[in-house]
């Protein structure tokens, strides 16, 4: 059998149960199978496909049928140029959260914490781009923090990336010039309308189990003490929770309250700016 007729073979199977995508999908498996770069599948498809690797294809066929996300049969998940193990530990990095770290790197910045830094997408990626800069990472979660460290690991920046257990703000001590977060942001009503591949991610890193928007408040009521002077937070949210989010930070006295829209015109992120605690005194 060739590796066409077996990829032919997947992708039917994947279009039967409803995958959408199913062509990019089976060819993303079937290169992972063969061990090659997804854009060289081509060359080979007229190539006869060994017994093993037509099995490991089936199988890997077969968990995605059932919903299973890709990333997750490969084992990691590309994200602003890098890749990144992930697990069912960890939420997957989202092309939607480039957005978050377009902004960021905007501005200078020398130190960084990521709240709830799960895979270290966030955290790992800011690093890597902005080479002078050290950042702390941390999460509630000891699995979450192994994946982390481990893509720390493999990205070289163990030496400028720490990891610390922590829910929220506890136990985390100095100020940073840049705070970001991907909180779990959607609400418990709205857990039962996601698609089934959802149910692969960590229910923790995806709702608050209430209104969508409770660890905003814990962020935003006491961020301002761990913000160097103009200091940056940026959070990605729900399409819904711009205006919410925003009133958030403004009654915590932050400034510039911005929210950004993402590739398809919705909310994504929300920025702010602590003031400067020690404005000029224009009157004299």
């Known amino acids: 059998m060739s590796v066409q007729t077996a990829l032919i073979a997947g992708t039917k199977r994947l279009n039967e149960a409803g995958i959408e995508g199913a062509p990019r999908d089976a060819r993303l498996l079937m290169a992972h199978v063969l061990g090659i770069a997804p854009g060289r599948l081509t060359l080979v498809l007229p190539d006869a496909i ?35 193990s992930v697990s069912t530990d960890v939420l997957d990095p989202r092309p939607e959260t480039e957005v978050l770290i377009a902004e960021a790197l905007s501005k200078p910045f020398t130190s960084v914490l990521d709240l709830g830094v799960g895979s270290g997408a966030i955290l790992l990626t800011l690093l890597a781009e902005q080479v002078l800069a050290k950042g702390l990472g941390t999460d509630v979660s000891e699995a979450a923090l192994a ?11 163990s030496s400028r990336a720490r990891f610390q257990q922590a829910d929220w703000w506890d136990g985390v001590e100095g100020q940073f ?16 309308a996601l698609s089934p591949e959802l149910a692969h991610e960590p229910r923790v890193a995806l709702t608050d189990e ?39 930070f ?22 702010a700016q602590a003031p400067n605690p020690h404005p000029r005194n224009l009157g004299k």
């Open 50 to 84: 060994t017994a093993e690797q037509a099995q490991g294809f089936e199988q890997a066929i077969e968990r995605r049928a059932k919903r299973e996300p890709v990333s997750h049969i490969l084992g990691y998940r590309e994200f602003f140029g890098r890749r990144f």
């Open 147 to 157: 994946v982390a460290r481990g893509n720390a690991d493999a990205l070289g920046l």
């Open 177 to 192: 010039d840049l705070i970001t977060s991907n909180p779990p942001y959607i609400a418990a009503e709205e857990m039962a």
């Open 210 to 248: 209430a209104d969508g928007l409770s660890c905003y408040r814990i962020i935003a009521a006491q961020v301002r003490a761990f913000l160097a002077p103009r200091g940056r937070v940026l959070v990605e949210i729900g399409p819904t929770q711009g205006a919410a989010v925003s009133a958030l």
């Open 250 to 271: 403004l009654e915590q006295g932050l400034k510039a309250v911005r929210v950004l829209s993402d590739f398809d015109g919705r909310d994504r992120v929300v920025c």
